[in-house]
Structures are given as structure tokens and as C-alpha cells.
T-cell receptor, first 113, second 114 residues
Framework: DTGVSQDPRHKITKRGQNVTFRCDPI?????LYWYRQTLGQGPEFLTY????????KSRLLSDRFSAERPKGSFSTLEIQRTEQGDSAMYLC???????????FGPGTRLTVT | SQKIEQNSEALNIQEGKTATLTCNYT??????LQWYRQDPGRGPVFLLL?????KEKRKERLKVTFDTTLKQSLFHITASQPADSATYLC?????????????FGQGTTLQVKP
């Protein structure tokens, strides 16, 4: 296993368009997390899954954001009607249940023009 | 709510010296605190975890201390090398137990000059 992967690595979109990102966690990890990171800041928690169940969503995650993990493996994060303020790096991480350390993917950099 | 503060100014040191980075938190003492390294354009990489009942943790040239009275963790890199240049993030769980919802500091950028 080569670690957490994310696709695409970069996405440029026009304001108002919908975008979808994919995350493939480390195969035996049952927890999956999404974070958002802007320049000069640390990652901010968005949401997380235990297997296929979405356990919590941050207040940062507006109604335009939705995340799924349908079979408890890969996850998708969709942003509808993108805004310029959505421009950021979107990071995915995974961990083993009970293991506090998280393993991050390379991120998807979103630019909304 | 819990907040984390790290030195926002970049730390510049000479190769071979010890780098010391600071992480302060404001509210309850977490069960553990983590340090991550992040290179430009990459995701954070886990380095070390220290639990509230541990005063110090070491891994190769890295050392982390945890003072729950001061609400502070220090991260040391001894015999620093240019390859250690990166941004270092501290993180702790937003919940009182292992919820996995990490809150991160803004990170301190370390530049090691040869």
C-alpha cells in the first residue's frame, strides 16, 4: 500500500461550478477525515467517517459541501456552486480506529476563478 | 473552544544547531498532543505523539516535551540539517478523548542554513 491518495491534485474551476474530489485511504484504515487548509494556516477539520458512517460535520462545512464514503473505502467531497472563498487545499487523512495519528494524502488544490 | 498558538515567524538557524519550536494551547489539557511536518504543496506527515502523562518523548534527533501546567509543548530538532527545513504543525484532539477531530496550530516554518 502506497498511502493515502487524492485525485485530482489540482483543480481550477469557475465560480458557480460544481467540483468533486476523491480520496483513497490506506486500505485497512476505517477512519477517514477531510480538512481544508489555506495559505499560512494549519488544516481545519471539515468532517470524518468511521467506515461508511459520517460521524460529524464542522460548522465550516456549509450546505454546499457534501461528503460520502459509500462502501467504507474511498470518499468523495463535492462542493456545489463554488465561490472564490472555497479556494484552498483540501486534505484527506485516514487512521486506524483508536489510533490518534493520522496519515495525510497529498491534497487537492482548488482554485476558483 | 480550544485554540493552539505556534510562533508565526519563521525560525532561521544554522546547520548543526538545535531548533526549538513552541506550541501553546489555551483551554483544557488534551489527552495527547501531536507534531507533524509539512513540506510545500504536500500533506502533513506525522512525526511524534506525546501523552499527557509523559513529560518527554524522543525519536532519533527529535524530542518533544509536554507541560500541562504551562499548557505548552516544545519540539526540538538536534543537530539540524538543511533537509529539516519545513513547516512544523502541532495538533491536538478537539474532544476530551480520541475523537480524531484534530485542531492544528498555524505552523512554524523552520529554515536550516548550511
Amino acid at each position: 500500500d502506497t498511502g493515502v491518495s487524492q485525485d485530482p491534485r489540482h483543480k481550477i474551476t469557475k465560480r458557480g461550478q460544481n467540483v468533486t474530489f476523491r480520496c483513497d485511504p490506506i486500505s485497512e484504515h476505517n477512519r477517514l477525515y477531510w480538512y481544508r487548509q489555506t495559505l499560512g494556516q494549519g488544516p481545519e477539520f471539515l468532517t470524518y467517517f468511521q467506515n461508511e458512517a459520517q460521524l460529524e460535520k464542522s460548522r465550516l462545512l456549509s450546505d454546499r459541501f457534501s461528503a460520502e464514503r459509500p462502501k467504507g473505502s474511498f470518499s468523495t467531497l463535492e462542493i456545489q456552486r463554488t465561490e472564490q472563498g472555497d479556494s484552498a487545499m483540501y486534505l484527506c487523512a485516514s487512521s486506524l480506529d483508536g489510533g490518534p495519528e493520522q496519515y495525510f494524502g497529498p491534497g487537492t488544490r482548488l482554485t476558483v476563478t | 473552544s480550544q485554540k493552539i498558538e505556534q510562533n508565526s515567524e519563521a525560525l532561521n538557524i544554522q546547520e548543526g544547531k538545535t531548533a526549538t519550536l513552541t506550541c501553546n494551547y489555551t483551554n483544557y489539557s488534551p489527552a495527547y498532543l501531536q507534531w507533524y511536518r509539512q513540506d510545500p504543496g504536500r500533506g502533513p506527515v506525522f512525526l511524534l505523539l506525546i501523552r499527557e502523562n509523559e513529560k518527554e518523548k524522543r525519536k532519533e534527533r527529535l524530542k518533544v516535551t509536554f507541560d500541562t501546567t504551562l499548557k505548552q509543548s516544545l519540539f526540538h530538532i538536534t543537530a539540524s540539517q538543511p533537509a529539516d527545513s519545513a513547516t512544523y504543525l502541532c495538533a491536538l484532539d478537539q474532544g476530551s478523548s480520541n475523537t480524531g477531530k484534530l485542531i492544528f496550530g498555524q505552523g512554524t516554518t523552520l529554515q536550516v542554513k548550511p
